[in-house]
């Protein structure tokens, strides 16, 4: 096939069979995401499509590595055009033991709390161990969600406190109106000081201008917001997106009143303070999930159901029922910062670093091919493919709970390390609205 059959492939299969209604922008150079507006979940079940209509077999390793951004990417991949090796990561010489030149961006309500304290100088890596086990939900249908309105962050909230003497004052009230928080929320934003931080939840779905590579209807999400020399326009801050601009105040007033959102805070960078070594030890035995993986657990469980057809589930639906799969994977980078945190407090050696990292990545990676094998087995609904899935996921089970096995182990060497705490003064001076 060449690069142009590939690219006439994807046009008809986005037009004829997903009848996609984004195609003004189609072209070889058109961004998957940004111009055509498919989520990551559009982009698998649109390879698959192309595998099995075609009769193609597109090698899932492939599918996982390979930096799919444009149609022209994607013509590349089906014409079996060598994939441009990925950009190494702007690491130091030094690796893990030089300067903090990476970062990660994949939990939206810790980025925004954590992007005062790196503009501080204070390391923010180790309140990351909260996010790659972080909560999730099973709906009564056995279905996958990224977040419920059951879930809220008041274990995240106690952590950041306690951690780094930041208090996290949430201004949304739940058994208020949506327009009286949003009274709230204006007045707020009317006498906000320069370092205070205003936080609140929107539903992207409802920004269609801001990058949404998921896509998701609805899509929760936090942002920083402040006012401008215009009244009609709003700053916002998207930490977790690396993106800053202004977007017109009424848009974003929307954004915020869907009955699908509801959450804010406001609180003072200025207060943090590098976290003690007496709180770390306790935070990293609290979040520290050693006997189970909730993620894999959870998809072993919905695979389940719909194979044994529970509560009327059949395997056509189970493609759908898993769609929010890749929102979860991606909090498994959040190991990399856990081991970082250690490695450098513990001088190992960085080649051992750069080899859990790639365990990590083949976590996340083996995650995704997961999710275009369970999109395969939906498409064909053969109860004999559900055997090699879960497979599939039991080799994943083991491959976490080593990586979690070899964190366990840096902690206790790192709480072998410190020395014992010395007795606080009863009172210490702080700063004025500031935890001490």
């Known amino acids: 096939m060449t690069r142009d059959d590939a690219v006439a492939a994807v046009e008809t299969i ?46 899932e390793e492939s599918i996982a590595r390979q930096d799919l951004s444009t149609v022209a990417d994607l013509a590349g991949l089906l014409a079996r055009e ?23 961006k994949i939990h939206c309500f810790v980025s925004c709390v954590c992007d005062g304290l ?30 419920s309105d059951a879930q809220d962050h008041e274990t995240f909230r106690y952590w950041f406190e306690r951690l780094y003497g930041v208090p996290l ?30 936080m609140v ?24 917001v402040s006012l401008t020399d215009d009244p009609e326009t709003w ?12 977007i017109a105040r009424d848009r974003m007033l929307n954004a915020i009143r869907q009955p699908t959102v509801a959450g804010g805070y406001v609180f003072d960078p200025a207060c943090a303070r590098p976290p003690a070594d007496a709180d770390l030890a306790a935070f990293f035995e609290a979040c520290f999930i050693l006997e189970a993986n909730p993620l894999i657990d959870a998809v072993r469980a919905i695979v389940a159901a719909h194979a044994e057809g529970r509560a009327g589930l059949h395997l056509a639906s189970v493609g759908e ?18 081991f970082a945190f250690f490695w450098r407090a513990l001088h190992w050696p960085d080649s051992e670093f750069q080899r859990t990292c790639d365990e990590i990545e083949a976590l996340v990676n083996g995650l995704t091919t997961l999710h275009y094998a369970v999109l395969k087995l939906a498409r064909s609904a053969d109860p004999a493919q559900v055997a090699a ?31 014992e705490p010395a007795r606080l003064p009863d009172h210490r001076p702080v700063e004025e609205g500031c935890l001490p």
């Open 118 to 147: 790196k503009a501080r100088g204070i390391d923010h890596r180790p309140f990351y161990g909260l996010i790659w086990d972080a909560e999730f939900a099973i709906t009564d249908e056995f279905r996958l969600a990224y977040h």
């Open 14 to 59: 986005l037009r004829e069979e997903m009848h996609h209604p984004h195609l003004d922008l189609f072209g070889p150079q058109a961004r998957l995401n940004e111009d055509l507006y498919l989520d990551s979940v559009q982009v698998l079940q649109l390879i698959l499509s192309l595998e099995m209509n075609l009769g193609l077999s597109i090698p």
């Open 321 to 338: 029922a898993l769609r929010e799969l890749p929102v979860i994977t991606i909090r498994k980078w959040a190991y990399e910062h856990g």
């Open 389 to 419: 899935i879960m497979a599939r996921l039991d080799g994943l089970d083991a491959a976490e709970f080593a990586l979690k096995r070899r964190l366990a182990a840096a902690l206790s060497a790192w709480r072998a390390s410190r020395p």
């Open 235 to 246: 700053q916002v801050r998207d930490p977790d997106f690396r993106w800053e601009g202004r």
């Open 82 to 104: 060598p994939a441009a090796l990925p950009a190494a990561p702007d690491m130091p010489p030094e690796g893990v033991h030089g300067p903090l030149t990476y970062d990660l």
């Open 201 to 224: 939840m929107l539903d992207m779905f409802h920004l269609p201008e801001r990058e949404n590579k998921f896509n998701q209807n609805p899509f929760p999400h936090y942002l920083l």
């Open 169 to 198: 004052h949430a201004w949304y009230d739940p058994s208020r109106s949506k327009d009286a928080n949003v009274a709230t929320l204006l007045d707020l934003l009317a006498r906000r000081r320069p370092e205070e931080c205003v």
